[in-house]
């Protein structure tokens, strides 16, 4: 098995499988403490686990402006977290998004093309999802599933990094990808999905909804669509920590969830505005806790990984 990874200057380089060890934890990630203000959440490497563990990434952050998060919502500055999951479970580990593609830290303009202007990635080669398994000791051998909110740019970077993976996406979601609206192109980058010998698995909107990828009520997927034809959250229920709900970008924000605010990029607002809807019911039901997916503030508050995680 050869595995694709990428030195410190961002060459890529193949290596045999066998020169990676599974308890491979020598990537030491500097802390990003990109918003002004330290993790408030404690940081501790915890003794013992459930044996399912929720590791909370991000592949550094966007500069934008509001008004490209929250519709007709101003010029100003606005920076916003990448972020992307790792699932470790005793059936397999599962990658959700990845965040940026690493090429976005090497040559973002040659990868994203004009689109840098409106979303600028500030990324180091160090924090793309392979390297950043590996710092809580998961080697890119070992995981079995690649589970896509949906294809936008910012979330297609685990897609073809991982040999043995299966990878998830809603059907529509990968259609519509490789044939996008004029208004939505530039948030689709072909070469990130568009890869050989991936092991694509479709989910069919609302036909599939809530899929139990294990069977055990760990991992379910949600189709939310609006922001994206074929959008999905996920509920995450944890043995500790109970239900987590990852809207994703079925709401960016506080202020999305809240509805202040409309998605600054939408297919469908009538949708979009259905699909908050339906994670509010889900959160009422269950109680979960909600992780937004963009959220500079909101996201501070969170357990980050590689120091800690949900259980
Ligand atoms: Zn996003």
Redo the contacts with the bound molecule.
Sequence with gaps: MKIVEFDEKGQQVIRDSGSIMSNDSTSKLAPRPVFGKPDTAPRRKRKSSSGIELHMFQTGTLRTKMKYIKMNQGEEDFEIP?PWFLIKHPMGNVVIDGGNAVEAAIDKRAHWGAVVDAYDPVMDVKENCVEQCKSVGVSPHDVRFVVQSHL?L??TGAIGRFPNAQHIVQRSEYEYAFNPQWFAKGAYIRADFDRPGLDWKFLGGEFTDNYDLFGDGTIRMIFTPGHSTGHQSFLITLPNTGPVLLT??AA?TQDHWDNKALPGLVVSSSDAADSVAKLHKIADDTGAMVVT??DPKNWESFRKAPYDFYD
């Design positions: 990448v936008h910012d979330h994703i970008d960016y997916g963009h």
